[in-house]
């Protein structure tokens, strides 16, 4: 067993039965699941938006090199900088080279997991760049040290106390203080940092082909706010988020906000079509796109689980698993958690170190029934797990056990032939080495089902 592994274990088996976490998230997790509800039943035929948007996202991997040109070449016209990153190396090594020749001492970044998966807050700050995190979520759990907990909502982990208390520590804020109070406060303060900031940094919810265009969706203003004053403006994206069309926002922004959070659509979306133009009051002097690799071309690769790259990072996956919410986003220890994560993450990182994510799955189908792009989740872990069998990546006292439970199970001799005293005896290390001390294996019976037969039917006759 990894590391990775290893630690994985542990975490889950201390955060597992940790109740005030498991309150916090069933409270926020609850919250969400209203909300969503809501949004969904706003569309006459929900299965039939799912559709097309599935299919949308299948035509763009059908096609993927053609939308990747078509994008640049178009982008460029508009006056933007396409770079193309193979790794996160690369491209953090961009991101340098621009701070370093924009003379750059503060970044202000919207919310966005590609910047997270190239540590794009270290990258900066080992060039002596202030990174800070405008997201309101974000911000909580950069000022607290932390990375996201959630792809959509960063500090789904934290109660209101917990922010309070962190914020009285951090800026002598009063602890009693509301929601409200500390959401002005912070945003004063970051009023300031984006007036005095020299570079902005966004993701991209969609990359949009026939416009060269990038459309940002977010609740707060926080990304038109960070793209607003900096005189340059860095868009940082997979690969996979490409779309056709401008036309096909129609379609995928509701999709996006109905799942995401529940909302009609979310409150602020934008298209970025280029630096600021002649005539133009505010925006950059530059707009450079960076478009990331790392390893999503080996995802690609795999006929099984390349749909994977399908994803529109709405984390309606995340809500509805029961794994998820019982070990929580920081168990996975990875900047994708939950379905979608354990499906990618072992091709992005490695299967010798992640692989044992996709076992971190019930396969209760509960991640395929909300995916709003049909990705066929359980499917994709049960490909993971067979690929980490055939690497020989599954621990070999797994292996040796399954053995044994095939050669039991696989003849009715053989099965009666044991006395169910030793059968017990042998599947005890489950109960420590799989399955863990506070959960028990079922007993064998004194008796099998045929041998209950046989004896069934002697008294019959």
Known sequence: MSNQATKFSQAATRIAFDMRHRQTIRFNIAKYDFAVNNGRQRYQSLALAKQRA?????????????????????????????LWAKDSKEATTYIQQILHDEKAHLLVKSKSMTTEEIMLNECAEALGCESLETDLGEFIVQLAGEKPYHIVTPAMHKSKEDVALLFAEKFQTPLQSTPEQLTNFVRELLRQKYTQADIGVTGANFLIADIGGVALTENEGNGLMSTAFPKVHIVIAGIEKLIPSVNDLGLLWPLLAAHGTGQQITNYNTIFTGPRRKGEADGPEKMIVILLDNARTDLYADAACSESLACIRCGACLNACPVYKTVGGYTYDTTYSGPIGSVITPFLKGFINFGHLSTASSLCGACATVCPVLIPLPQLLLENRRKSVEKNLRPMAEKMLMQGFRLLSSSRMAYDIFPAELKNLAFAPFNFILWGPKRKMPTFASKSFSQRYKQLNSYKK
């Open 54 to 82: 599935a299919y949308l996202k299948r035509l763009v991997l059908a096609n993927w090199d053609t939308y990747l040109c078509t994008f640049e070449a178009k982008a460029t016209q508009n006056g933007i900088q396409v």
